[in-house]
């Protein structure tokens, strides 16, 4: 028997009514739009744009998705805000101040709320009233019995299918996450969690509602970094679902707007140097060590006669403006002016000392080839390609430049001859920038930069970040266990440091909203062995059951692999296949082979049911069905194949599969006791019942009702929760 809520019907006529508001008064904007005659190109041009904007805007979520009530006050909440014909409010939009107190509200802490009111819809039809929220008032509709219970819309929520694309999540946002979302917008908020602990989440709706809230920061321009593009393709329709278009989106290759572009690898070793901030020392000493004079005498023929510079006085000259803090290619001009107008001063008073005409000005001299060539050899002028390029092939350069910072096997990583082609690696792009801001200055700056999977970035790519926001203000997502690169970290501070001289704020986020919790155990056995002193999240998913892993022959393994994405796919659920960056291309060959269509990861295509993935681009990411293909073969691929293995199976959202022929490694069979016996020994098991014992009443409570759920309740009682301290109806 299903009940329906008894304000149903008023709160379906509700919604449609914001829906018609919303529908007219778009009609009308763009009818205003359309009609206008602009006078000029760009006034049409930014009248395009608005009306692009505006038709984007409509948006694919709920428009309403809550409401909340005080004693004296009735408020709805949506995805953004929608007024009637006479400017009163129907809707307020997620971001609004006004609306913290919806997030806020949880059933052991309605703050001044009496209701808090949740919509589950679905093309404007209502499905469901949930009331999360009651205080007990004469008014009430329901009563309280003392139980929390995870919000049903944001099981709901979890429960639909992946689609491959991630999607703003306004109507489900947790307290938790709230509290980081609107966070103020200056200094810089670390957000610590583990895997799908929705910090990407988090990072994006923060981005929004900074944008929406502060006008001052929206207007020095944002920025949303991440590390592939195959993460951004996932992630960047976020923004503009959520009517924000004007923040920029970019992978952290693209940020070095210069022409090298990062096609090759290099050892991990070579990486570390030159991704370490001894490297922009380094570069800065070797461009200082370009510039000087040590001539006795500068000689520019002029005709028959010479112009003769003393060579103390260029000295000083170059002495002068190298104290200047002044961009090298800046400063080049002003040297260059400056010696020029000193030629012609010793010129002007030479030919007036002998009574002979002055035959030259500033403007003749500096057209003289050996006046070119002179100021070129005190202060060369260089593309950063020319600048790296040149000092990387010229050993007793690099010797001078690397003197008591870097030790000599070091150095020697970074020499490569000038016969070695031109292929960049991703940590020469960071030294690339660093020359590129000595030479030439700041390029873009933003007043607000995310940047999610940080806990992967060097030292030299968190100042190229800095340089872009001389505010200091960042949000930095990541979990410092899944950091599979070359730098592995204890503490945020380590990174932080580089980016901004203020301490950072780090917000650890400990629910769990991805990775089912049987897969997440599983996952979790690999987490003593790559960050002993952080914990699992508190999976919320029940997901469909034990990881499953499955033998096969060397032979049939990619088969067997494809077989089993197949039989998902025919479930109706989205598979990832993730490969060991050895297995790729033959995975897709035998893809093709046995005629099944499979997205490239590669290239961010994620609109198949089945995607292949290399593991070294996994990160962030998320599938139904997780197929985990030779973790011994990713534990091996790597110094920090643990981690790689750690982010692999924390990719799922329903189930976990390993498919493996090698022997499975340490710590990852099901039955493997080792993850136990390090957990014991890293005196792990102490800080999780230190974390329970730590947790605010709102999380004990989730916690608490998570393992009522995976007690498994009969189906009519989780469906219809009698006696619960929300009242539930459904229709
Ligand atoms: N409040 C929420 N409501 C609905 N879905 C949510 C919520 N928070 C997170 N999710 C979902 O949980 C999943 C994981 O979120 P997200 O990718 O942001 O996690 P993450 O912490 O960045 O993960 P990772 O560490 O793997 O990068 C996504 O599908 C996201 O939509």
Not at 128 to 157: F, H, K, N, P, W
Not at 414 to 423: N, P, Q, T
Not at 672 to 692: H, K, Q
Not at 713 to 723: I, M, W, Y
Request: hydrophobic share 40%; glycine share 6%; net charge negative.
């Amino acid at each position: 028997m299903t009940i329906q809520h008894p304000e149903f019907e008023q709160e379906q006529r509700y919604i449609e009514q914001a829906y018609d508001l919303l529908d007219r008064g778009l009609a009308d904007a763009e009818q205003n739009i359309v009609n206008f005659e602009a006078l000029h190109r760009s006034t049409a041009h930014a009248m395009n744009r608005a009306l692009a904007i505006l038709r984007n805007s409509r948006g694919s979520g709920q428009l309403v998705f809550g409401r909340m009530d005080r004693e004296d006050e009735q408020l709805y909440i949506g995805r953004r805000r929608v007024y009637d014909t006479d400017r009163n409010l129907v809707v307020v939009g997620w971001h609004a101040p006004a609306a913290a107190a919806f997030y806020d509200a949880t059933p052991q802490e309605p703050g001044d709320l009496v209701l808090k009111r949740v919509f589950i819809e679905q093309d404007r039809r209502l499905q469901r009233v949930v009331d999360e929220v009651v205080r007990q008032t004469a008014q009430s509709i329901a009563t309280s019995a003392g139980d929390a219970s995870i919000s049903d819309a944001l099981l709901q929520e979890l429960d639909r299918s992946r689609d491959g694309a991630m999607r703003e999540v306004v109507a489900t946002i947790q307290s938790e996450q709230y509290r980081v979302i609107r966070h103020p917008g200056d200094g810089v908020v670390v957000v610590q969690g583990g895997p799908g602990t929705g910090k990407t989440v988090v990072g994006l709706h923060r981005a929004a509602w900074l944008a929406f809230n502060r006008p001052d920061i929206r207007k020095l321009g944002m920025l949303v970094v991440a590390p592939s593009t195959t993460l951004l393709t996932y992630f960047s329709g976020v923004l503009p679902s959520l009517d924000v278009s004007d923040i920029d989106q970019m992978d952290l290759d693209s940020l070095y707007g210069g022409e090298a572009r990062a096609t090759t690898v290099e050892p991990v070793e070579t990486a570390r140097i030159k991704g370490s901030a001894a490297m922009s020392v380094l570069l800065r000493r070797a461009l200082d060590q370009r510039i000087g004079w040590d001539e006795d005498e500068l000689v520019l023929p002029l005709g028959a006669d010479r112009i003769r510079i003393p060579g103390d006085e260029i000295y000083r000259l170059v002495e002068d403006i190298k104290g200047r803090v002044l961009p090298h290619n800046e400063a080049r001009d002003v040297l260059r002016q400056a010696l020029s107008a000193l030629a012609a001063k010793n010129h002007a008073d030479a030919q007036r000392l002998q009574n002979r005409p002055v035959r030259a000005n500033e403007a003749t001299i500096r057209r003289l080839s050996a006046f070119n060539n002179a100021l070129d050899r005190m202060w060369p002028s260089f593309t950063p390609e020319e600048f790296v390029r040149s000092l990387y092939s010229t050993q007793s350069w690099l010797i001078s430049a690397a003197e008591g910072l870097l030790a000599a096997d070091e150095r020697a990583r970074l020499f490569r001859s000038s016969l070695d082609g031109e292929a960049w690696t991703r940590a020469d792009l960071f030294c690339l920038d660093e020359v590129s801001f000595l030479l030439n200055g700041d390029s873009m700056t933003y007043g607000h930069i995310v940047i999610d999977e940080a806990q992967d970035l060097s030292p030299m790519e968190a100042r190229a970040l800095a340089r872009r926001c001389p505010s200091g203000s960042f949000t930095v997502l990541g979990d410092l266990a899944q950091a599979t690169g070359v730098w592995v970290r204890d503490t945020w501070q380590e990174l932080t440091e580089h980016l901004a001289t203020a301490d950072a704020s780090v917000h650890t986020l400990t629910i769990g909203y991805r990775v089912p919790a049987p897969a997440l155990a599983l996952a979790a056995k690999q987490l003593p062995l790559v960050s002993p002193d952080l914990e699992p999240p508190l999976s919320i998913r029940v997901g469909r059951g034990e990881p499953q892993i499955w033998q096969s022959s060397t032979e049939e393994l990619l088969v067997e692999v494809m077989t089993l994405a197949e039989r998902y796919r025919d479930e109706s659920l989205t598979s990832g296949v993730l490969l060991p960056d050895a297995l790729y291309d033959e995975a897709l060959r035998v893809a093709g082979d046995q005629h099944i269509k499979v997205g490239d990861g590669r290239d961010g295509d994620f609109a198949l049911e089945v995607t292949l993935v290399p593991v070294s681009l996994c990160k962030g990411l998320e599938f139904d069905v997780v197929i985990l293909v030779e973790p011994a073969a990713i534990a091996a691929q790597s110094v920090q194949g643990a981690r790689q293995l750690y982010v692999a199976m924390t990719r799922c959202t329903q189930q976990l599969d390993v498919v493996h022929c090698e022997v499975l490694p340490a710590g990852f069979s099901q039955h493997d006791e080792l993850g136990d016996e390090l957990l014991e020994r890293e005196g792990a098991a102490e800080s999780m019942i230190d974390l329970l014992g730590r947790l605010n009443a709102e999380d004990l409570a989730l916690v608490e009702s998570l393992v009522r759920r995976l007690a498994g309740p009969p189906e009519e009682v989780r469906a219809l929760p009698s006696g619960q301290r929300d009242e539930e109806w459904i229709q």
